[in-house]
Antibody
Framework: EVQLVESGGGLVKPGGSLRLSCATS????????MNWVRQAPGKGLEWVSS????????YYAESLRGRFTISRDNAKNSLYLQMNNLTVEDTAVYFC???????????WGRGTLVIVSS | SWELTQPPSVSVSPGQTASITCSGD??????ACWYQQKPGQSPVLVIY???KRPSGIPERFSGSNSGNTATLTIRGTQAMDEADYYC??????????FGTGTKVTVL
């Protein structure tokens, strides 16, 4: 069974940092491209970042570039998102998702909630 | 930046057909996919590569993509299909783009 489990969310003050983790199992993680997607309360889905299987390609949403860093550890079957200089607009549920070869996100985690508030 | 636009809401009677559009410049030149998201749950892929259904997705879900518009069609809509639906495609400059989302209400 494919599983993706996000962790690391919580309450943080504006300007603070958080590191999200996504532990995976049930599929060949080292051979999979991966995504981070977020959803602010009551809003739609927003793509955050993508990383290819061998870290050859890394993409970020234009509005987030420079503050967020995606990484992965294929030995631990895990994906990470380092988030710095957080603002209230970063408050959202953050999902990790596997990206199929044809580009769609075919498996998703349940998400981890990040709240940025003073 | 490249954008995908969907109608905010679509209403359908049980057993009828719901059609949800997704518009973007030259969208038909790219692959589109669709996700269903129910309140408090993660998105679920219902259509990929324009018109393919993942394993476990009912046959009443179908998709098409041509010109500037991709369409998700739900035939014989059931109460369980009430959810938010998002289209998504990959663009060489904006990368991974989601549509604005459509709330489907089954009346």
């Amino acid at each position: 069974e494919v599983q993706l489990v996000e962790s690391g969310g919580g309450l943080v003050k504006p300007g603070g940092s958080l590191r999200l983790s996504c532990a995976t199992s049930g599929f060949n993680f080292s051979n999979s491209n991966m995504n981070w997607v977020r959803q602010a309360p009551g809003k739609g889905l927003e793509w955050v970042s993508s990383m290819s299987k061998r870290q050859t390609y890394i993409y970020y949403a234009e509005s987030l570039r420079g503050r967020f860093t995606i990484s992965r550890d294929n030995a631990k079957n895990s994906l990470y998102l380092q988030m710095n200089n957080l603002t209230v607009e970063d408050t959202a549920v953050y999902f990790c998702a596997r990206q199929a070869e044809t580009g769609e996100s075919d498996f998703w985690g349940r998400g981890t909630l990040v709240i940025v508030s003073s | 930046s490249w954008e995908l636009t969907q109608p905010p809401s679509v209403s359908v009677s049980p057993g009828q057909t719901a059609s949800i559009t997704c518009s973007g410049d030259k969208l038909g030149d790219k692959y589109a996919c669709w996700y269903q998201q129910k309140p408090g749950q993660s998105p679920v892929l219902v259509i990929y590569q324009d018109d393919k259904r993942p394993s476990g997705i009912p046959e009443r879900f179908s998709g098409s993509n041509s010109g500037n518009t991709a369409t998700l069609t739900i035939r014989g809509t059931q109460a369980m299909d009430e959810a938010d639906y998002y289209c998504q495609a990959w663009d060489s400059t904006s990368f991974y783009v989601f549509g604005t989302g459509t709330k489907v209400t089954v009346l």
